[in-house]
């Protein structure tokens, strides 16, 4: 039988058998039991970060199957040969629900109204921002974006797609545009939604020149990773007035007591929780069933991401 370790019990009983397989608790925080047996690796979904350098005491690793969607801090310390398959398509259902639900707390003012509540005080009225006839602009068309494009499609607003390249739409936009179009789509946007994938291309790529061509008082919502944002170049257009945002990612993460963009105002923060919902597990279980059938039958992988064999 060959070994597979998963980070819980509980991930086991919701697994349940697999033919072939023999599934065994491993939470990664010290070396596994029969070492040399595991075949296998699901790491932890929450808090895995300081414990996947263990996955070198597992030394006949063959597949590290992870529980996210991005993967670059584990494919940096995967050991040389061991392959890598990420958990695309499990978390599109809730990080959409938290892109809308950000864009909504930050049109609608929630943080206002929140701290009014906490005081007891009852904020006169006023006229507050709606999603409804606003121009989104989401930045990174793959399977998340089109999650997110389909909940905001119902709320009357005008909907453009970007991604790496140009190429045909779907049935939620006409075409989808590439990056490069970027200076030209900008001002023309009052929501930007950004889902790209952490790389090379995309580090920094929310940076001043972005920040500038969006028009005043537009709004945007990070829901990828932080380090796709300059910090400092946000906090200066979010401290002039210009812009809002609402982000569920930061660089720094976490985001340090008294770093200034706690206090900026027009920011709304929530601590990288896109994926952390009641609809999380459902996917994550089907998709582990799906992967362990198939390496146990020897049939393709879905998600791959580095194949085995392959270099760091």
């Known amino acids: 039988m060959t070994l597979v370790t998963l980070p819980g019990q509980d991930w086991i009983d919701a697994v349940g058998p697999v033919p072939g397989l023999e599934l065994a608790v491993w939470d990664m925080a010290g070396p596994p039991e029969r070492a040399d047996e595991v075949k296998v690796v699901v790491p932890p979904y929450m808090g895995a970060g300081p414990l996947l350098p263990n996955i070198r005491h597992a030394p006949s690793v063959e597949l590290v199957q992870t529980l996210t969607a991005g993967y670059e801090d584990i494919a940096a310390v995967l050991p040389e040969g061991v392959g890598l398959a990420n958990a695309a398509g499990v978390h599109d259902a809730s990080t959409a629900e938290l892109a809308l639900a950000l864009t909504l707390a930050s049109l609608r003012d929630f943080p206002d109204f929140h701290a009014a509540q906490q005081e007891g005080r009852w904020l006169p009225g006023s006229i507050h921002q709606a999603l409804a006839d606003k121009r989104v602009l989401i930045l990174g068309y793959g399977s998340i974006g089109r999650a997110i494009a389909a909940r905001f499609t119902p709320f009357e607003v005008e909907l453009t797609a970007v991604a790496s390249t140009a190429r045909a739409g779907d049935d939620l936009v006409r075409s989808v545009h590439g990056v490069d179009e970027l200076p030209s789509l900008l001002?023309?946007?009052?929501?930007?939604?950004?889902?790209?994938?952490?790389?090379?291309?995309?580090?920094?790529?929310?940076?001043?020149?972005?920040?500038?061509?969006?028009?005043?008082?537009?709004?945007?919502?990070?829901?990828?990773?932080?380090g796709v944002v300059d910090t400092d170049a946000l906090v200066e257009h979010l401290g002039a007035g210009r812009l809002r945002a609402a982000l569920d990612v930061t660089d720094p993460e976490p985001l340090p007591e008294g770093h200034p963009l706690w206090s900026v105002p027009g920011v709304l923060i929530t601590p990288h929780v896109g994926g952390a919902s009641t609809a999380f597990k459902p996917r994550a279980v089907r998709l582990l069933r799906e992967q362990l059938g198939a390496y146990a039958a020897g049939r393709p992988l879905r998600n791959i991401v580095r194949e085995q064999g392959q270099g760091a």
């Open 187 to 226: 001002p023309e946007h009052d929501v930007v939604v950004v889902i790209v994938p952490l790389g090379p291309a995309t580090a920094g790529l929310v940076d001043d020149a972005f920040l500038s061509a969006m028009p005043d008082g537009a709004l945007l919502v990070n829901v990828a990773r932080g």
